[in-house]
């Protein structure tokens, strides 16, 4: 209890929040006379640095899988768990430099977030963030790469060229939509065009016209899923 003069008809008393974050009840009375009760909300203070754990089925980069990102219960600098739809942002950041970013909002302290698994082997930092708070550790994870091999047949004059059996590390066909890429240079090595496929049914296929390559010999380069294959071909 907290007594106050009164000064000009008024009497006031600071009321200060506990460090337990929730509901604190104040009233006043003045001998007979009492107000009626007030309910005070003690919201929690900034987020401090918190973990980051992830999950997922596997560690193989096949483009399909999704991976999970969690934090672990983010608290304040006084022990209470932070205000539910707090935003946190995952950034994760590649070998090739760039930023990936998924988030999610707390229940009960804890976000949730997650991405797909990369094409092709890749090595990822992720941290998490809350924006003008508090971060996370840094993780590191790995994918290893989901497809071993692949078979390139090139047909009798070298214009259709056939990426056959892209299969997975069970050796199962890959899901479908691993980007395919191939590669045109010519004999100088000077890079003439560039195209992409996508699987289907564990196979891509590219069509190479004579109104846009003319018969020569030309350097080819097919990528999928971190596998490089180089041939010369003559087009006829």
Known sequence: NKSAEITNGIAWKNVYSTKKAGRMATTA??????????????N????IDFTLNYARNHGYADGNQIIIFSTGI????FGNVINDGTLVSFIV???KGMLLKTVGTT???????????????EDWAVTGYITGAAKSNTVAITFETAVKD????YSSNGRNIHVEKI???MHQLVPDGIPV???IKNEEGVLIATKQSTSRLGHAEFLLPKDFYPNSTYIVTIRAAGITKNKTIILQ
Not at 74 to 77: F, P
Request: hydrophobic letters at 40%; zero cysteines; glycine letters at 6%.
């Open 29 to 42: 009375f003045y001998e007979s006379y009492s107000s009626k009760e007030m309910i005070a909300i003690v």
């Open 150 to 153: 692949f078979q390139v047949v």
């Open 44 to 47: 929690p203070a900034k987020a």
């Open 93 to 95: 950041k590649n070998p």
């Open 167 to 169: 299969l997975s590390f």
């Open 74 to 77: 983010i608290k304040d600098e």
């Open 107 to 121: 229940i009960n302290g804890i976000a949730k977030g997650g991405l797909l698994h990369p094409n092709e082997p």
């Open 181 to 183: 890429d191939l590669e």
